[in-house]
């Protein structure tokens, strides 16, 4: 969190250099991959992820995990699509609300059942991610909504442009902002942090815990609520199995950004760069003419680099036995005063 | 806790004040009906009777023996893999990588299929890959301390990603008779081989998880790491094994399900890590570790493949079925929480 000390920014200055590398590599083999129409292509891409990751990484840091995004995401969106599909003349805005607030009612109820019923976040996120996977179906009968049943502006409004760059962008840089704020410089996301290192430390200072997981999950399917109309909207086309499997994609972006697992660490910095690290290698294959069918190998060997660095990296920080306090007002787990 | 050793009915119960020491290990609770009723194997074997029952009452043909024996082809391999997997999170780990292991297990067999090996050399073929897999989580959750979700999140997409790498968009198919015969074959023509299988690898793992020395270390180490190393155990060692282990089971899967289905797809087997996964928690193991039976996971396999099994009979589609699991889930593991503590965190 130390913005200005670079020597606890060296993982994501190593994730942001290996980015760099990456991209300029393929420029070399493949000049189109530089221009700025596809570089600006790749933000686009990328931001869906990005803004999943960084909602995930506030789950991941209080010890928990969201397996049911991607679900959440497919429902979300399914009800979007169906609702502007039978309401041709209902306002663009009022449909984004519906889908942003049935995605944070979905993650409400995980937030209830990790929060208050103090229930495992895994298994409780493997149950929703099963039932709302099956409500889309219910919803949509398993029928496609597919881009012609939709209104021309709930499809055209996440490629539009303002001021040159698609509003995907847009909504993703204030995503960023926001995470940033909240994960940083808010007491509700201190408390996130207090609650992954220690979590009996953190009840014991007074930290409402529920009440805090509740609303961090509540996040959690706010953003996949809001992605769900976003992809359905960018691609033109809602069916039951859409971003199948995409929650591991997004935790995988979180532990590429160096978000610890089992809590406690992470930054905004790391997820976004995470998340741009595995949109990059998916934007970059089918230019320096490698098989798609390669990407997923692709990703599960970075994942594998990424937890092996990160490892020895804590090993090495173990070493030092006394580490100084005196600069450190930044410290994750400061007194809830 | 499990209740696996019988207390001798001779010891009398000792209190505190009479054993004369700091420290006492409580007797394990003398059998009665209430300690029976309240376990979470008995509600589990009344939530399959009940589901039974209803389906026998709502669905003409679902008694039918033929039917109800054609009905276990649908989990016996994920059955198989959950076995495993109930061991791995009994020690506390976790293997989401089954699935992509079973893809690239049934992919390999394919290759040597082309290549020529014999029919019969394709099971240690598919085996040979599991343990392969299994050895490379072990090795990297192990050797470098690494917490087993994340490595088997990033190896699923290893995994899956090189046998869609060799697959492309294609498949393998023409499969010899043999697998046929396992996959889909019957024993006395009428129980099917896989179903066979299956109870007789449930029957060696509750043999070695509840009567060996083995099985009560994997517990001990799921209570608490640390201590079962200070005590001797060689813990990583344990889980080393253990993931081999689930790689074999998920190669001996590949190779029955390959001979089931004849053929190896690029989506064979999708998102099956997360039913075995299912599989054993209903079954009452717990995630945190260190808790849960095979008698457990094998009342929970069979439910859930009752229930299925009813579905279909029903002509309901199998993506309702998605949401039956996951409701079970939910209200099983959320359900002892509201009963019992009433009390909620705040």
Same mark, same amino acid.
Request: glycine share 10%; proline share 4%; net charge positive.
């Given at each position: 969190?130390?913005?200005?000390?670079?020597?606890?920014?060296?993982?994501?200055?190593?994730?942001?250099?290996?980015?760099? *590398?990456?991209?300029?590599?393929?420029?070399?083999?493949?000049?189109?991959?530089?221009?700025?129409?596809?570089?600006?292509?790749?933000?686009? $891409?990328?931001?869906?992820?990005?803004?999943?990751?960084?909602?995930?990484?506030?789950?991941?840091?209080?010890?928990?995990? $969201?397996?049911?995004?991607?679900?959440?995401?497919?429902?979300?969106?399914?009800?979007?699509?169906?609702?502007?599909?039978?309401?041709?003349?209902?306002?663009?805005?009022?449909?984004?609300?519906?889908?942003?607030?049935?995605?944070? *009612?979905?993650?409400?109820?995980?937030?209830?059942?990790?929060?208050?019923?103090?229930?495992?976040?895994?298994?409780?996120?493997?149950?929703?991610?099963?039932?709302?996977?099956?409500?889309?179906?219910?919803?949509?009968?398993?029928?496609?909504?597919?881009?012609?049943?939709?209104?021309? $502006?709930?499809?055209?409004?996440?490629?539009?442009?303002?001021?040159? *760059?698609?509003?995907?962008?847009?909504?993703?840089?204030?995503?960023?902002?926001?995470?940033?704020?909240?994960?940083?410089?808010?007491?509700?996301?201190? $408390?996130? /942090?207090?609650?992954?290192?220690?979590?009996?430390?953190?009840?014991?200072?007074?930290?409402?815990?529920?009440?805090?997981?509740?609303?961090?999950?509540?996040?959690?399917?706010?953003?996949?609520?809001?992605?769900?109309?976003?992809? *359905?909207?960018?691609?033109?086309?809602?069916?039951?199995?859409?971003?199948?499997?995409?929650?591991?994609?997004?935790?995988?972006?979180?532990?590429?950004?160096?978000?610890?697992?089992?809590?406690?660490?992470?930054?905004?910095?790391?997820?976004?760069?995470?998340?741009? /690290?595995?949109?990059?290698?998916?934007?970059?294959?089918?230019?320096?003419?490698?098989?798609?069918?390669?990407?997923?190998?692709?990703?599960?060997?970075?994942?594998?680099?990424?937890?092996?660095?990160?490892?020895?990296?804590?090993?090495?920080?173990?070493?030092?036995?006394?580490?100084?306090?005196?600069?450190?007002?930044?410290?994750?787990?400061?007194?809830?005063? | 806790?499990?209740?696996?050793?019988?207390?001798?009915?001779?010891?009398?119960?000792?209190?505190?004040?009479?054993?004369?020491?700091?420290?006492?290990?409580?007797?394990?609770?003398?059998?009665?009906?209430?300690?029976?009723?309240?376990?979470?194997?008995?509600?589990?074997?009344?939530?399959?009777? %009940? @589901?039974?029952?209803?389906?026998?009452?709502?669905?003409?043909?679902?008694?039918?023996?033929?039917?109800?024996?054609?009905?276990?082809?649908?989990?016996?391999? #994920?059955?198989?893999?959950?076995?495993?997997?109930?061991?791995?999170?009994?020690?506390?780990?976790?293997?989401?990588? @089954?699935?992509? =292991?079973?893809? %690239?297990?049934?992919?390999?067999?394919?290759?040597?299929?082309?290549?020529?090996?014999?029919?019969?050399?394709?099971?240690?073929?598919?085996?040979?890959?599991?343990?392969?897999?299994?050895?490379?989580?072990?090795?990297?959750?192990?050797?470098?301390?690494?917490?087993?979700?994340?490595?088997? =999140?990033?190896? &699923?997409?290893?995994?899956?990603?090189?046998?869609?790498?060799?697959?492309?968009? #294609?498949?393998?198919?023409?499969?010899?008779?043999?697998?046929?015969?396992?996959?889909?074959?019957?024993?006395?023509?009428?129980?099917?081989?896989?179903?066979?299988?299956?109870?007789?690898?449930?029957?060696?793992?509750?043999?070695?998880?509840?009567?060996?020395?083995?099985?009560?270390?994997?517990?001990?180490?799921?209570?608490?790491?640390?201590?079962?190393?200070?005590?001797?155990?060689?813990?990583?060692?344990?889980?080393?094994?253990?993931?081999?282990?689930?790689?074999?089971?998920?190669? %001996?899967?590949?190779?029955?399900?390959?001979?089931?289905?004849?053929?190896?797809?690029?989506?064979?087997?999708?998102?099956?890590?997360?039913?075995?996964?299912?599989?054993?928690?209903?079954?009452? @193991?717990?995630?945190?570790?260190?808790?849960?039976?095979?008698?457990?996971?094998?009342?929970? &396999?069979?439910?859930?493949?009752?229930?299925?099994?009813?579905?279909?009979?029903?002509?309901?589609?199998?993506?309702?079925?998605?949401?039956?699991?996951?409701?079970?889930?939910?209200?099983? =593991?959320?359900?002892?929480?509201?009963?019992?503590?009433?009390?909620?965190? #705040?």
């Amino acid at each position: 969190m130390n913005a200005f000390n670079l020597k606890s920014m060296k993982r994501e200055l190593l994730l942001a250099g290996s980015i760099v *590398v990456l991209i300029v590599g393929v420029g070399l083999r493949a000049p189109v991959f530089v221009t700025g129409a596809s570089l600006a292509n790749l933000l686009t $891409d990328s931001t869906l992820l990005i803004m999943l990751a960084l909602a995930q990484m506030l789950v991941i840091v209080t010890r928990g995990v $969201d397996l049911s995004v991607a679900s959440n995401l497919a429902l979300s969106g399914m009800a979007a699509a169906l609702l502007a599909a039978h309401n041709p003349g209902l306002p663009l805005p009022a449909i984004v609300l519906a889908a942003a607030a049935l995605g944070l *009612v979905l993650g409400l109820v995980n937030g209830y059942l990790i929060g208050y019923l103090d229930l495992p976040a895994i298994v409780v996120t493997l149950g929703t991610m099963s039932v709302y996977r099956g409500l889309v179906f219910v919803l949509s009968g398993g029928a496609w909504v597919s881009s012609h049943q939709m209104p021309a $502006d709930f499809i055209a409004f996440p490629l539009a442009r303002l001021l040159g *760059v698609t509003h995907l962008v847009w909504i993703a840089a204030l995503a960023v902002l926001a995470a940033w704020y909240l994960a940083g410089h808010s007491r509700f996301g201190r $408390d996130l /942090f207090a609650i992954g290192n220690a979590p009996s430390s953190a009840r014991y200072v007074g930290i409402p815990m529920a009440k805090r997981l509740l609303w961090t999950y509540g996040i959690s399917g706010l953003v996949a609520g809001l992605c769900g109309y976003l992809w *359905v909207a960018r691609y033109a086309v809602a069916y039951t199995e859409i971003a199948y499997g995409f929650e591991f994609t997004v935790i995988a972006a979180c532990v590429i950004g160096g978000i610890n697992i089992a809590g406690g660490t992470g930054s905004v910095f790391g997820a976004v760069l995470g998340a741009l /690290f595995l949109a990059v290698i998916g934007n970059a294959l089918p230019v320096v003419k490698v098989s798609p069918f390669w990407q997923s190998a692709l990703t599960g060997a970075v994942i594998l680099v990424a937890v092996l660095i990160n490892a020895r990296d804590r090993k090495k920080e173990g070493r030092q036995i006394l580490p100084l306090h005196l600069d450190n007002h930044h410290s994750p787990v400061r007194s809830a005063a | 806790m499990t209740a696996t050793t019988k207390t001798p009915e001779t010891t009398p119960p000792q209190t505190p004040a009479a054993s004369g020491s700091r420290y006492t290990i409580l007797d394990q609770p003398r059998f009665g009906i209430k300690g029976v009723l309240g376990k979470w194997e008995t509600l589990l074997a009344l939530l399959l009777l %009940l @589901v039974f029952i209803v389906n026998g009452a709502l669905l003409p043909h679902f008694l039918d023996p033929y039917n109800l024996a054609d009905g276990t082809f649908n989990f016996s391999e #994920k059955a198989l893999i959950a076995l495993p997997m109930a061991l791995l999170i009994i020690c506390r780990e976790i293997d989401i990588s @089954v699935a992509g =292991i079973l893809a %690239l297990s049934s992919v390999a067999m394919g290759l040597a299929m082309n290549a020529g090996f014999p029919p019969a050399s394709l099971l240690f073929v598919a085996l040979a890959t599991g343990i392969a897999c299994g050895t490379l989580n072990g090795v990297l959750v192990t050797r470098f301390g690494l917490p087993a979700i994340v490595v088997t =999140i990033g190896t &699923v997409s290893l995994f899956r990603g090189l046998a869609s790498v060799v697959l492309g968009d #294609k498949a393998f198919t023409g499969y010899p008779q043999l697998m046929t015969d396992w996959g889909q074959g019957y024993f006395l023509d009428f129980i099917p081989r896989e179903f066979v299988i299956l109870l007789v690898f449930a029957a060696i793992f509750a043999f070695v998880l509840h009567a060996t020395r083995w099985g009560r270390r994997i517990y001990a180490i799921g209570n608490n790491p640390i201590a079962a190393r200070f005590s001797g155990i060689e813990v990583d060692r344990y889980r080393l094994v253990l993931f081999m282990l689930t790689g074999a089971m998920a190669g %001996l899967a590949a190779f029955l399900l390959t001979g089931r289905i004849g053929s190896t797809r690029p989506n064979i087997a999708m998102g099956w890590e997360l039913e075995a996964i299912t599989m054993v928690i209903l079954g009452g @193991v717990s995630i945190a570790g260190g808790a849960g039976t095979i008698g457990g996971v094998m009342l929970a &396999v069979l439910t859930l493949g009752t229930v299925t099994y009813g579905l279909s009979m029903a002509n309901i589609p199998g993506i309702y079925m998605t949401i039956v699991i996951g409701l079970l889930l939910l209200v099983t =593991i959320a359900l002892p929480r509201l009963l019992r503590g009433r009390k909620v965190a #705040k």
